[in-house]
């Protein structure tokens, strides 16, 4: 209780400060970059542009209902006067780079002539490949990006990603929750089996230079996502004299699952195992994976049996209260199980689909702010179109 009770104190700080800066920046970025922002003085509809991973490496279907939840309640609330908000037809792709830029370029008018709708943002793409992919060059068109559930760290670079913004803490705060836990229990060896993947070398990185000074031995194994057959990690970490007890599982569930079934002996109370909390549900079975493994869902199961889950904090810390939308988050939450159950979508961490339904929020209360601005002006929207910028 004493280990939970210092880490949710101390996280829930970082988190709420990192989200409010966050937030604050995507407003402020919005206002004042007003100019390149298309929209329709002339139309009732304000349209938004969306790509959701479905499949793939991540499944990030469930934050769907939260986005529908947040336009419908924002549209009730009339936040833009004289105007509402809606998406453009949902782009559901694989969590994969060229998927992401397929979609990318058949969402925009100034990017597919096909297309005319008129779109203002874009929410992309739910897990962190195909973000990343997409937010790389979204900028050139001048189209602010925003998502609330991706982890990378990479992102956080401004000057690679200037238009891109995110309400979900990045990887800093799994490494620190990590480390947190290999410290309470005075662990001094620990095993990082890295994807090489943005997202998870730079959690590496940001645990081994947090660890830095500490007496703690950080030995990472990185390979390739395309890599099938883990049995030399096994013969050369764990049968060996090195044997390592301690074992963080720094990748996507689909290769965490062959992995784990490789190792499938080396189990507690023997071996600690940390894994990532934010995959998806049942992630471990042949029914959600992709891909064969030499072992049963009942055996995986009963692997993961005292393994050591890492996530962000999955509530509100405030559920009672009354939000901007004028429901409280427990009502949020509720409104949005019942949709998501309903319309089948996959069960989503608690903390990603409020970020999920807050950033709609943030680009509402964002052109609020750039309406308010043009119409003083006398400019409007009509006329604004993104560009590309070389």
């Known amino acids: 209780t004493s280990l939970m009770d210092h880490f949710n104190n101390t996280y829930t700080l970082w988190r709420r400060l990192r989200i409010t800066m966050t937030l604050i920046s995507f407003i402020v970025a919005m206002w004042m970059t007003s100019l390149a922002v298309p929209c329709l003085s002339n139309s009732r509809k304000i349209y938004l542009a ?61 990017v597919n002539e096909v297309k005319r709708t008129n779109v203002i943002a874009l929410v992309c793409c739910g897990c962190s490949v ?29 000057t690679r990603f200037p238009s891109f913004f995110r309400v979900f803490p990045n990887t800093e705060g799994l490494a620190f929750g990590i480390l947190s836990v290999i410290k309470y229990f005075n662990w001094t060896r620990v095993l990082f089996l890295t994807q090489q993947e943005s997202l998870f070398i730079k959690a590496s990185n940001d645990f081994k230079r947090r660890a830095n000074g500490l007496n703690l031995k950080a030995t990472e194994y990185q390979f390739s996502s395309d890599q099938n057959n883990f049995t030399s990690i096994i013969s050369t970490y764990f049968d060996t004299q090195l044997d390592y007890r301690v074992i963080v599982v720094n990748t996507y569930s689909d290769v965490a ?52 889950l890492v996530l962000s904090i999955p509530k509100s810390i405030e559920p009672d209260k009354a939000t901007i939308s004028g429901f409280t988050a427990k009502q949020i939450e509720q409104q949005y199980e019942e949709r998501r159950i309903n319309g089948g979508y996959y069960t989503f961490l608690a903390s990603a689909s409020q970020a999920a339904y807050d950033s709609i929020w943030a680009i509402a209360l964002a052109l609020n702010k750039t309406a308010a601005q043009l119409n003083t002006n006398g400019t409007g929207c009509e006329n604004l179109s993104g560009t590309l910028n070389i």
């Not at 279907?61 to 336009?71: R, T």
């Not at 195909?130 to 982890?151: C, D, K, L, M, P």
């Open 257 to 308: 699952r062959k992995i784990l079934c490789e190792a499938k002996n080396k189990k507690h109370p023997k071996y600690v195992w940390i894994i990532y909390g934010w995959y998806t549900e049942e992630w471990w079975t042949s029914r959600v994976s992709q891909g064969t493994v030499n072992c049963t869902d009942e055996e995986l199961y009963s692997f993961l049996d005292r393994a050591l």
């Open 50 to 110: 969306r790509i959701t991973a479905f499949g793939g490496s991540f499944n990030a279907s469930g934050m769907v209902p939260a986005e529908d939840l947040a336009i419908e309640h924002i549209n009730t609330r009339s936040i833009l006067s004289g105007y509402t908000l809606a998406f453009t037809e949902l782009q559901k792709i694989n969590c994969d780079r060229t998927a992401a830029f397929n979609a990318f370029f058949s969402s925009f008018p100034f």
């Open 130 to 158: 195909a973000t990343e992919a997409v937010a790389e060059i979204s900028h050139r068109w001048n189209i602010s990006q925003i998502i609330g559930s991706v982890y990378t760290d990479a992102l956080s670079d401004r």
